[in-house]
């Protein structure tokens, strides 16, 4: 049971996704130490909004060069200040990796496996708003988390105070590095970084699907990038519908699919529309697909062919029962 829950941890850690506003632009960073699982002691990535900007992991002989893209003068300082900042952050995990394990008392056969992670995250808002985020996580519980504001580390767990006391004595550089550096660093990366700025816009449809004494409507919105949106539903009074959430998964083209469900009582039989509004960065304002216009839209072509269908139909026996009379009296008359 311990050893699923552990992976079960490190696949979630693995696939955490952003749940930020569209037009927010964010810096985040995965940090993994983990033993007995056959992955590297260590492994670091960087990314700028979606596009990884930087990974390492302890398998590799070194850092990575600094990219063409980021060839620049500002770009190669940044780098260099990463690469920096990167052996502080393996020792920071090992570290807090080793504390963990001692403190939990974790010997014998509870030490095979065990798992270690550590997120940040730096979220730039359009009006040059920054906030910061920072987190350790054990064995998928919570460990050590940074609190910016009051400049102080906050132990979730009793074993982790050691770990706190030893990473509050570089409190001020933590904290200065999440109210302003953080923001400079992305903004060099969304600047500079092909990836960062690649933008495909959503397709959004809607489907219905009968249910008893109810009818589920879908809206589908696929092939999106970068990765975050935000989908809602919203009736013709503007009020949100409680909605069945679902992730922003990957499509294997390297755009992203998600879909949110409302369910439509029978008893409302009233004309309700429902709109499905998606908000994406590469798209100015939003995309809104309305349900109950569709259905309309849709009936009204139906009706009209049905209806051409028919008279070209009645038109055609017309013109047979003439020509079969016509035939009758020429034939009446030859005899």
């Not at 489907?207 to 990038?225: D, N």
């Not at 839209?297 to 079969?324: D, E, Q, S, T, W």
Request: net charge negative.
């Amino acid at each position: 049971m311990r050893k699923a829950k552990i992976i079960y941890t490190l696949v979630f850690f693995f696939s955490l996704l952003q749940q930020s506003c569209c037009e927010v632009n964010s810096l985040t960073g995965y940090y993994l130490g983990s033993e007995g699982l056959g992955l590297p002691s260590y492994i670091e990535r960087l990314d700028a909004n979606d596009a990884t900007v930087f990974y390492y992991d302890s398998s590799m002989h070194s850092r990575a060069p600094c990219p063409d893209w980021l060839n620049t003068t500002a770009g190669q300082e940044l780098w260099k200040k990463i690469s920096f900042r990167s052996q502080d952050n393996t020792e920071n995990v090992v570290v807090g990796f080793q504390t963990a394990i001692k403190q939990f008392n974790l010997t014998g056969t509870l030490s095979n496996i065990n798992v270690y992670q550590a997120y940040i995250q730096c979220d730039l808002y359009p009006d040059g708003t920054v906030k910061g985020l920072l987190t350790h996580g054990f064995n998928g519980m919570d460990f050590v988390s940074l609190d910016i504001d009051s400049k102080a580390f906050i132990a979730s767990v009793p074993q982790a105070v050691k770990y706190k006391r030893i990473r509050e004595k570089d409190i001020d550089e933590l904290v200065s590095y999440y109210k302003k550096t953080c923001s400079d660093e992305l903004k060099i990366y969304l600047e500079n970084s092909p990836a960062v700025n690649m933008k495909k816009a959503p397709e959004v449809r809607i489907f219905e699907e009968q249910r008893a004494g109810s009818t589920l409507l879908t809206c589908h919105v696929t092939g999106f990038y970068p990765k975050a949106v935000q989908v809602k539903w919203i009736r013709a009074d503007l009020q949100q519908e409680d909605i069945e959430t679902n992730d922003v998964l990957p499509n294997g083209d390297g755009t992203y699919q998600t879909r949110r469900s409302v369910i439509r009582p029978e008893e409302n039989t009233g004309d309700q529309h429902y709109s499905c509004v998606v908000y994406h960065s590469s798209v100015e304002g939003n995309i809104t697909v309305t349900w109950g216009k569709e259905e309309k839209l849709f009936r009204l072509p139906v009706l009209m062919i049905l209806g051409c269908i028919f008279m070209v139909a009645v038109v055609g026996l017309v013109i047979r029962c003439f020509i079969k009379s016509k035939d009758t009296v020429t034939e009446s008359d030859d005899s």
